[in-house]
C-alpha cells in the first residue's frame, strides 16, 4: 500500500495532517517529553498464514470439483474433436492452482486478512514492529528519556504506545492503554483527526504533570506523523 493510499484510507487531508502536527507542537510546549507518531499499513507481511489459508482453500475447491468430473469433461468433450488422455488431470491442476491463486489475492484483503491471521500473532507482530521503530526513530534518546511513540498499524486495526523508561517509572500503562484504544475507535468510526487531536492533547497533559517543560528542552523528533513502509 503506497503512502497516499494510506493517508486516503485514514481519511487524512492535508489539513488534517497540519492540525495534528499543530497540535503535536501546542502539547510540547508545556513538557519536555516528546510525542512521536507513526502510521504502517501492516506490521508484518504474514505471507506464512495467507499461503496456508490460501492452499486450504485450493484443497476444499478440488474436493468440491472432484465428484463433477465426469460431467466438467463430458461438456469439455463436447465443444472438442477429441480430448488427450491428459487433458482432466491437467484441467483439474489448473483449476486448484487457480483456487490458490485467487484465494492469496483475496486473503490480502485486510479484513480478509484479520480473519486469517491469528489475533495473537497480529498483536505480537504490531508490538515487535513498534519496537523498532522505537528504536530506529531515536525515541529512546529523548532528553530524561520521555519520549513516547503512537504506533499505528493499519491491517490490524491496532494502536501501540510505546513509553520509554523514564516515563513507565511513573505513569501507568494502562493510562497509555486507554489513549490507545481511544484512537483505535477513531480509525473504525472514521473520526482519526479529531480523536487524534484529544488523544495528543491527553499525552501532553499526562507528560507535563512529570515532565513539566524547562529551558533544557530539545526537540529532537518529527512533529509530523511519520508513514512508513510495509
Known sequence: MTKKRLISKLKLAEADLERIKTAIIEAEKKTDGEISIA????????????????????????AILLPFYNSIIAVVDHFSWHLPAWFGASLYGFLFFAIIALAYVITNIPAVDRLVIPRAERRKSVYRRALQHFVESGVYATHNRSGILIFISYMEQEVRILADTGISEKIKPEDWDAIA???????????LTEVMIDSIHSCGELLAQYFPFTQDNRNILADSIVILED
Not at 502510521?39 to 499461503?51: G, K, R
Open 39 to 62: 502510521v504502517i499499513p501492516e506490521s508484518s507481511s504474514y505471507a506464512f498464514h495467507e499461503l496456508f489459508a490460501s492452499l486450504i482453500a485450493g484443497a476444499v475447491g478440488f
Open 181 to 191: 484504544g481511544k484512537i483505535a475507535k477513531g480509525i473504525t468510526e472514521n473520526n
